[in-house]
Nanobody
Framework: QVQLVESGGGLVQSGGSLRLSCAAS????????MGWFRQAPGKEREFVSV????????SYGDSVKGRFTISRDNAKNTVYLQMNSLKPEDTAVYYC????????????????WGQGTQVTVSS
């Protein structure tokens, strides 16, 4: 089992940057693909990014490609999301999750979720 705790959210102006962290408990962290999702009020949870076990493979949603970077440190049981050039439409609660299925962009493929961290981008 994996327990996840996100941090690093906050209020930032448009064009600014934030770095989210997700700390995982459990010795099996390195066995999971790790993903980031976000959910804005009144909208469905949206795929943001995913990273492979080793960190050698990553994927991004179209809306964040070129602006966000996912990374992980298996020695620290932590996954990161560096967010640059933030826009007001990036405002959402951001969740990290551990993937136990094959469809890396599907919410249903992730078994473990953090509690989320709020990111607010002002215009």
């Amino acid at each position: 089992q994996v327990q996840l705790v996100e941090s690093g959210g906050g209020l930032v102006q448009s064009g600014g940057s934030l770095r989210l962290s997700c700390a995982a408990s459990g010795r099996t962290f390195s066995r999971y693909f790790m993903g980031w999702f976000r959910q804005a009020p009144g909208k469905e949870r949206e795929f943001v990014s995913v990273i492979s076990w080793s960190g050698g493979s990553t994927s991004y949603g179209d809306s964040v490609k070129g602006r966000f970077t996912i990374s992980r440190d298996n020695a620290k049981n932590t996954v990161y999301l560096q967010m640059n050039s933030l826009k007001p439409e990036d405002t959402a609660v951001y969740y990290c999750a551990a993937n136990s299925g094959r469809d890396l962009m599907a919410v249903s493929a992730y078994s473990y979720w953090g509690q989320g961290t709020q990111v607010t981008v002002s215009s």
